[in-house]
């Protein structure tokens, strides 16, 4: 099996097959936690790979597949889970950085995303090298942070 953020490409091994060499089968999938009623179905006419688009990133899918051919059908295997990648291009960045020299706070905006994020707050040093501080959930906002670094610096960023 292999998977992307948004695809997968799914392999079964073949049982019996009635000595028939014109076994195609049939594959269907839904989102965990979706009801059958919303299972989407594709044929899959010759082997045992088919591939799957149009998925959402990060997301798990439960996987069954049936053969077919002049003998009937089969009844649906065994489901498998599969979860698709995180599509780290769709990660959105920091924007709109401020950094309050009274307070020796930091905020930032970040564009809605369907994960919890993690932030890496880092500070230049004096010689111009950046040392990470802290890493802080983005679960709620707003996202302001003291920044206390026990030595001083000229620059703060958020990865």
């Known amino acids: 099996m292999e998977t992307g953020a948004n695809n997968m490409v799914v392999t079964w091994t073949e049982n019996f097959n009635g000595g028939m060499n014109n076994t195609s089968f049939k594959l269907q999938w839904f989102?965990?936690?979706?009801?059958?009623?919303?299972?989407?179905?594709?044929?899959?006419?010759?082997?045992?790979?088919?591939?799957?688009?149009?998925?959402?990133?990060?997301?798990?899918?439960?996987?069954?597949?049936?053969?077919?051919?002049?003998?009937?059908?089969?009844?649906?295997?065994?489901?498998?889970?599969?979860?698709?990648?995180?599509?780290?291009?769709?990660?959105?960045?920091a924007e709109t950085i401020f950094f309050?020299?009274?307070?020796?706070?930091?905020?930032f905006k970040v564009s809605n995303y369907p994960l919890n994020l993690i932030a890496k707050l880092e500070v230049m040093s004096l010689d111009g090298s950046w040392k990470h501080l802290r890493s802080v959930s983005l679960k709620n906002k707003p996202y302001k942070f003291t920044v206390n670094p026990q030595t001083k610096f000229q620059n703060v960023r958020v990865r």
Request: glycine share 6%; proline share 3%.
């Open 31 to 93: 989102e965990q936690g979706a009801s059958t009623e919303y299972a989407r179905e594709k044929w899959c006419p010759k082997g045992n790979v088919c591939s799957l688009e149009d998925l959402k990133q990060h997301t798990t899918y439960l996987v069954q597949v049936k053969a077919l051919n002049n003998h009937g059908e089969s009844e649906w295997s065994g489901r498998a889970s599969i979860t698709t990648q995180i599509d780290v291009s769709q990660i959105p960045s």
């Open 100 to 107: 309050e020299k009274l307070t020796k706070s930091t905020s």
